[in-house]
């Protein structure tokens, strides 16, 4: 059936929520984005006069066009090469989505979308429904086709299973950008005791390099050898430039809410570290290098003031 104006307008107005929620449950923007275009298609195929709540359609079947995306998603991660990150999203894109609780926030951290991983889909479907956007389980189990009782159940396990890998207390942001400034001083610098300092003992750093950029298959553990990892990671030199196509300029910013290390080369974004700062230290450092995921950073670059970097790296 064709649409009107108003249905497709509409549409329009639910994008930003549907993009969000999309974006949460598959950890892909790209992905994001082609299943809130499915869902427009459902949209415009439906009779849409005779649906009493848009809002609730809409997000019906985004949900399970997702929690399908989910399932095919599990089997092509086995063969992906290395290790699996999120596509980062940087400060300003529109599909970081609501962020005025602690909740809404925490749905969209890096960490956060990492450790969404473990979850089943429907586990994570319910995690992101409620803790993001706040829905009620009596919404949610409509959505899902279960009962109220076993939304608040599947809610119960999956806080805990994030909870669980989410031990430490993150710090507010002025003191995590300072942590940060610090590593970067430490990690360019000739000696390995500050950098050290810097570290919980039990720090993981992980790399996403998609099978187009060197990443290590396996996560480095420990203080020691992810100091050794990162001091030589800004080591400089002639194989590295020509890897990335010059000399990366170096800033410090927020993706997904939270600190992070920008690498950018003539504009383009060539690797973004998001870094896990707690009381105690640095705990994670997650770094996204495939240049399949780094291409929506590449345009929210290029469309803000970003300021000098800091140093450029190589």
């Known amino acids: 059936m064709s649409l009107t104006a108003d249905d497709v307008e509409r549409f329009e107005a639910a994008r930003p929520r549907l993009e969000a929620i999309a974006y949460r449950l598959l950890g892909s923007a790209t992905e994001a984005e082609d299943a809130v275009q499915e869902t427009f298609l459902r949209w415009q195929a439906a009779d849409v006069e005779r649906i009493e709540v848009p809002e609730a359609w809409l997000t019906k079947v985004l949900t399970n066009l997702c929690l399908n995306q989910l399932a095919s998603a599990r089997a092509r991660r086995e063969t992906y090469p290395g290790q699996w990150l999120p596509e980062p999203l940087l400060a300003g894109d529109s599909m970081l989505g609501p962020a005025e609780t602690a909740e809404q926030r925490e749905s969209v951290s890096y960490a956060v979308l990492t450790l969404l991983e473990r979850l089943s889909p429907g586990e994570r479907a319910v995690y992101v429904l409620r803790e993001a956007f706040d829905y009620p389980h009596r919404d949610i189990a409509a959505i899902l086709d279960i009962t109220e009782a076993a939304s608040q159940q599947i809610l119960h396990r999956a806080k805990k299973h994030v909870a ?21 001083a430490a990690a360019t610098g000739g000696r390995m005791e500050p950098l050290l300092r810097l570290l919980t003992e039990d720090v993981v750093a992980i790399g996403d390099g998609g099978g187009k950029v060197p990443a290590r298959a396996k996560a480095f553990e420990g203080a020691v050898a992810v100091a050794k990892f990162l ?11 020509a890897l990335v196509g010059g000399t990366p300029e170096v800033h410090t910013w927020t993706a997904n809410g939270g600190p992070a290390v920008v690498a950018v080369v003539d504009g383009r974004v060539v690797g973004v ?17 495939n240049p399949d995921k780094l291409e929506r950073a590449t ?16």
Do not use: S, Y
């Open 231 to 241: 001091w030589g990671l800004f080591r400089p030199g002639k194989a590295k430039r």
């Open 299 to 314: 345009a929210q670059w290029g469309a803000t003031d970003h300021g000098e970097p800091l140093f450029h790296a190589f």
């Open 164 to 184: 669980d890998g989410r031990a430490r207390a993150e710090i507010d942001e002025a003191a995590a950008r300072r942590v940060v400034e610090e590593f970067l």
């Open 273 to 289: 570290m998001c870094l896990e700062v707690t009381a105690e230290g640095i705990a994670a450092f997650r770094n996204q290098g």
